[in-house]
């Protein structure tokens, strides 16, 4: 009798029990990891999502305080928000205002080094515009949707972002070219001899200033600016600086405006001219800037104009940037087409501002008040 034994082969039942055993496994890890997968991408677009809110709001708070500033009209300032909002999105979709988002209030500090606090205020008292950034049920954009619905029955979310847009108070000095080119008018050559058109045969440098003159636009300008200035919910300080061959201060840093126009109207009675020296203007309002007169925690800002090219004085770009170190801004304005234009931009560049120009008086009337409208405004929230 033949006896058969079967043998099995004990590697290949080792791999199949393997087998049977990873894919019960599998089958419970793999929809958490699925799960898993979609709740940290959720977590991820969550975040993403604040951070444009943030962003947003910010620029929509920007916008607010700056049409604030210039206007005083809250229907406007909500304008100016949901414009911002418009282009910054937040989850692909616009942020929207109404204006139960926004409060007007004023923002005050005690000291250099304490915080900036809000309470609410009138609009004529106002210098801030807080602004809530909204996505939620209750806001007019809505919630945001979950980049990946139906995990955990968790369909959206809600996110809230604020921000205090601030018109911070400045100590100004105007910086103002009184050289011999000043007598002219904007239209005219300003070239001696002759003598400016507007005025008499014998005049001379001495005399009163010519009726149409580059100076009296300028004094023009000024009063457009500072009657601008004086209807600002905020405490500017100006000062006045002209220059000439150097730089002198007329009036030191105050609130009263009329002291700047009566130092103006002073030179209009005896117009001396000379020569152009801007380096000089520029030093000069930087000492102002640094005296026990101005204040340690405002804005400091310089607006200097000229006429013409610099035939005096150091290199007036190497002083803006000086200035700028010391944390002055520099605003450049130039008047007429004899003005240079390219050298003033550059010292704008240099004391971190912005160049203006004007052809005619009436632009520059234009371009004083735009100035005046635009002081810097500060994110304290």
């Known amino acids: 009798m033949i006896t058969v034994i079967a043998k099995t082969n004990d590697k290949t039942?080792?791999?199949?029990n393997r087998g049977g055993a990873i894919l019960p496994l599998v089958a419970i890890i793999f929809p958490l990891l699925l799960l898993l997968s979609a709740v940290a991408i959720n977590i991820a677009y969550m975040q993403l999502s604040r951070t444009e809110l943030g962003i947003s709001t910010d620029a929509a708070g920007r916008a607010a305080g700056r049409m604030f500033a210039i206007t005083q009209d809250e229907g406007l300032a909500l304008e100016a928000a949901n414009e911002a909002g418009a282009i910054n999105f937040v989850a692909g979709k616009e942020l929207r205002f109404s204006a139960a988002d926004l409060e007007f209030g004023k923002s005050m500090r005690v000291d250099e080094?304490?915080?900036?606090?809000?309470v609410t205020a009138s609009p004529q008292d106002s210098n801030s515009v807080r602004i809530m950034g909204n996505r939620s049920n209750s806001s007019l954009s809505g919630p945001v949707q979950t980049f990946l619905p139906s995990i955990l029955g968790v369909q959206d979310f809600e996110l809230e972002?604020?921000?205090i847009s601030t018109r911070i108070e400045a100590d100004i000095v105007l910086v103002l070219d009184r050289s011999g080119s000043m007598a002219y008018s904007d239209t005219e050559p300003a070239v001696f001899p002759p003598v400016p058109a507007s005025a008499p045969v014998e005049w001379d440098f001495g005399d009163p200033?010519?009726?149409d003159s580059r100076w009296l636009d300028a004094i023009a300008a000024t009063e457009v600016m500072l009657n601008t200035l004086d209807t600002s919910p905020g405490q500017e300080l100006i000062s006045l600086v002209t220059y000439a061959d150097s730089?002198?201060?007329?009036?030191?840093?105050s609130n009263n405006t009329a002291d700047v126009l009566s130092a103006m109207t002073n030179y209009s009675t005896a117009f001396e001219g000379g020569g152009t020296n801007i380096a000089g203007g520029l030093t000069a309002a930087a000492a102002e800037l640094s005296s026990n007169a101005?204040?340690?925690?405002?804005?400091?800002v310089v607006i200097v104009l000229t006429d013409g090219k610099v035939s005096a004085g150091p290199d007036?770009?190497?002083v803006a940037g000086n200035l700028a170190d010391q944390g002055i801004l520099v605003i450049a304005v130039t008047f007429s087409n004899e003005a240079d234009k390219e050298l003033m931009a550059k010292v704008a560049?240099?004391?971190n501002g912005f160049h203006r120009h004007a052809e005619v008086k009436e632009e520059l009337r234009a371009v004083f008040k735009e100035i005046s409208q635009q002081l810097p405004t500060l994110m304290t929230q």
């Open 247 to 253: 730089g002198r201060i007329d009036t030191p840093l």
């Open 113 to 118: 080094s304490s915080r900036f606090e809000f």
């Open 349 to 351: 560049a240099a004391g």
């Open 294 to 300: 101005a204040r340690k925690f405002s804005s400091k």
């Open 13 to 16: 039942n080792h791999k199949a």
């Open 161 to 163: 972002s604020t921000t």
């Open 209 to 211: 200033v010519p009726p």
């Open 316 to 318: 007036p770009v190497s």
